[in-house]
């Protein structure tokens, strides 16, 4: 019978080409929104991932107290030995050191008098050991202005709207200062290798990029860093595999009452990224609600009208002797065949849709052309 029926809706287009083509649009449209808004969020997760939280945060417990505060006193020591154990342990990550601190860069001028000084914001970032990507993951190549990156010990880059405001330009020296970890004045000269704009006015107000062994030399950090953050190889987060991950170190690494202990922290348990992540996920549900339910006001309304087109047919069927049962049960199994063609199709278009987003993306550098590092240029 099921062979009778699907030649049945093939040869007669009347009462397969609508339903189709309607439950194709939308599967389609629920694939494709599904997909949009998952990338989107996720492309969202992956700009505080890679300038702040990691996917997963490696601190010690009373730096997690505090965050807000970088307070550098309270970094990670012999954090060596812990890099190198967490990509022993989790080499399915990408591990990376970094120092986020607070100080004043000075511009001095041709007697080394003071010129210009404003506050700043720091970040060092591994950018000269070769065993990393930083520079790639915070886009700073394409985010310069003037200049280059560091290509030696010593080089630091500021943000292009603080460097004018000094007015300083690449190869010119500034020095830092500001204070150690262990809480005393420090004093550290850099040569400006290039500017960068951020797109973050408070970034773009006043920051310096250096290498983290410069940072470390600058606020007495021997083998010291404030946080160590986790990426995922993959390059896409996974909340579900990052909390797992930092139940299980923070289970078997972690001690409650050490406040210097370390402790990992994944992405949604930092700040307000949770409510992020639990948002993106009520936007995919919901998406695929409404699409659903439109479609299947749609098909009830088309199920209607073909049931008034067919009434003829149903009757002369029961005229000629068929069970009303038989009936209800072949017209059933047309509307699952139909479904299923329909969703087939609609699935196909959409992660083709899907597909042409990812890879080409779409151009919204016109809202906002002066956001640089944490925007790629082309996103879907």
């Known amino acids: 019978m099921i062979k009778f029926l699907i030649k049945g809706l093939l040869r007669d287009k009347s009462r397969s080409r609508l339903p189709i083509i309607v439950v194709s649009l939308g599967v389609m449209l629920t694939v494709f929104m599904h997909a949009y808004i998952t990338g989107f969020m996720g492309d969202t997760f992956e700009m505080n991932a890679k300038f702040s939280t990691g996917h997963v945060k490696v601190m010690t417990r009373a730096y997690a107290e505090n965050l807000s505060q970088l307070p550098i006193d309270l970094a990670l020591t012999e954090s060596g030995e812990l890099l190198t154990n967490l990509r022993i342990n989790y080499p399915e990550m990408e ?57 030696k010990a010593g080089e630091a880059m500021l943000s292009d709207d603080f460097a004018k405001k000094l007015n300083v330009i690449p190869g010119d020296d500034v020095t830092l200062i500001g204070s150690t970890m262990n809480g005393s004045m420090s004093m550290y ?37 404030g946080e160590i953050l986790g990426f995922e190889k993959s390059g896409f987060y996974e909340n579900e595999k990052a909390e797992t991950m930092s139940a299980t170190f923070n289970s078997n690494t972690s001690k409650a009452d050490d406040e210097y202990s370390p402790l990992m922290k994944s992405l949604s348990q930092q700040g307000n990224m949770g409510q992020y992540v639990q948002m993106s996920e009520l936007w995919s549900a919901y998406i695929s609600l409404i699409f659903i339910f439109a479609m299947s006001l749609v098909l009830w309304n088309a199920g209607l009208l073909g049931g008034l087109r067919r009434y003829g047919e149903v009757g002369i069927r029961l005229a000629i002797g068929e069970e009303k049962g038989h009936i209800y049960r072949s017209m059933i199994v047309e509307s699952f065949f139909i479904g299923l063609a329909g969703s087939v199709l609609g699935t196909a278009i959409g992660l083709f849709f899907a597909w042409l987003v990812q890879t080409y993306g779409i151009d919204i550098s016109v809202y906002r052309r002066q956001t640089a590092t944490l925007f790629k240029e082309l996103e879907a």
């Not at 000084?117 to 520079?135: H, K, R, T, V, Y």
């Open 189 to 225: 000269n850099f040569i400006v290798s290039g500017t960068v704009r951020f797109g973050v006015e408070i970034m773009d107000r006043g920051s310096i990029i250096a290498d983290i062994e410069d940072i470390r030399i600058a606020l007495d950090m021997e083998d010291a860093s």
């Open 95 to 151: 591990w990376t050191p970094r120092i986020q601190f607070g100080g004043l860069i000075d511009a001095p001028d041709s007697t080394g008098e003071t010129r210009s000084q404003g506050p700043a914001i720091g970040l060092g970032i591994d950018l000269l050991s070769g065993n990393g990507n930083e520079s790639e993951r915070l886009n700073l190549s394409e985010s310069l202005v003037q200049g280059r990156l560091p290509a």
